[in-house]
Nanobody
Framework: QVQLVESGGGLVQAGGSLRLSCAASGSTLTINGMGWYRQTAGKRRELVARFNNVGSTNYADSVKGRFTISRDNAKNTLYLQMNSLKPEDTAVYYC?????????WGQGTQVTVLS
């Protein structure tokens, strides 16, 4: 089992920045890839950014050039630096870890961008 705990969400003005963190614990050696997703009410959860199992990254088109995913393997922590935030970035952001047999999700952290 893998446990994921997100932090760093909050309220910010448009154009501002936030950094999300996701601390992983448990069977972290079983993780193949990690990433960030987001969801708003009534919509499907969507990919924001992720590392795949060979360390490559991919981003949603809507966040390219503004968001940066990074990780600290020594701390088993994943980050999402979000710059130039827009009101349409408002969502609950979830950390995901893709394991060999299971997908794991954090509890989510709310990001609200005011116009």
């Amino acid at each position: 089992q893998v446990q994921l705990v997100e932090s760093g969400g909050g309220l910010v003005q448009a154009g501002g920045s936030l950094r999300l963190s996701c601390a992983a614990s448990g069977s972290t050696l079983t993780i193949n890839g990690m990433g960030w997703y987001r969801q708003t009410a009534g919509k499907r959860r969507e990919l924001v950014a992720r590392f795949n199992n060979v360390g490559s990254t991919n981003y949603a088109d809507s966040v390219k050039g503004r968001f940066t995913i990074s990780r600290d393997n020594a701390k088993n922590t994943l980050y999402l630096q979000m710059n130039s935030l827009k009101p349409e970035d408002t969502a609950v952001y979830y950390c995901n870890a893709a394991g060999v047999l299971n997908d794991y999700w954090g509890q989510g952290t709310q990001v609200t961008v005011l116009s």
